[in-house]
């Protein structure tokens, strides 16, 4: 439903009938129709790891763009790790999450840093990524 399809087609993917996919969206309040639009917001924390300051932190954020927005900065810097191509960097400088609490995390853009985490910490995103609420 994030990708635009309808209620019926993330029914059919999620193996579930339509009318059961309907009711749990409407009694966690994940979505909003808007005549014939649903407009998803999922609220739930989760708690995802970020490579910053030199090392990892898992740190919990308010719904899923800051946790997509984590992963595919995990991906970049993995994909820096592997290969040392610095302009998979070039698009996290600047950029990072805030928690929770308001406290802003920069996302690691030092290529030894990262190398280092990398020597060190063998955590995958998945064993962390959590939604907690």
């Given at each position: 439903?994030?990708?635009?399809?309808?209620?019926?087609?993330?029914?059919?993917?999620?193996?579930?009938?339509?009318?059961?996919?309907?009711?749990?969206?409407?009694?966690?309040?994940?979505?909003?129709?808007?005549?014939?639009?649903?407009?998803?917001?999922?609220?739930?924390?989760?708690?995802?790891?970020?490579?910053?300051?030199?090392r990892?932190?898992?740190?919990?954020?308010?719904?899923?763009?800051?946790?997509?927005?984590?992963?595919?900065?995990?991906?970049r810097?993995?994909?820096?790790?592997?290969?040392?191509?610095t302009?998979?960097?070039?698009?996290?400088?600047?950029?990072?999450?805030?928690?929770?609490?308001?406290?802003?995390?920069?996302?690691?853009?030092?290529?030894?840093?990262?190398?280092?985490?990398?020597?060190?910490?063998?955590?995958?995103?998945?064993?962390?990524?959590?939604?907690?609420?």
């Open positions: 439903m994030r990708d635009g399809h309808g209620i019926g087609a993330a029914a059919r993917e999620a193996g579930v009938p339509e009318k059961r996919l309907r009711k749990f969206v409407r009694l966690r309040n994940l979505a909003l129709r808007k005549g014939k639009v649903w407009t998803v917001h999922d609220p739930r924390v989760r708690r995802v790891p970020v490579q910053t300051d030199g990892v932190q898992e740190i919990f954020v308010n719904g899923f763009k800051p946790a997509s927005r984590a992963g595919q900065a995990w991906d810097q993995g994909r820096f790790t592997r290969n040392n191509d302009t998979l960097l070039a698009e996290l400088r600047g950029q990072g999450l805030t928690d929770i609490h308001g406290r802003f995390y920069p996302f690691e853009t030092n290529p030894n840093a990262l190398h280092r985490i990398a020597a060190v910490e063998e955590v995958a995103f998945h064993e962390i990524y959590q939604i907690v609420s």
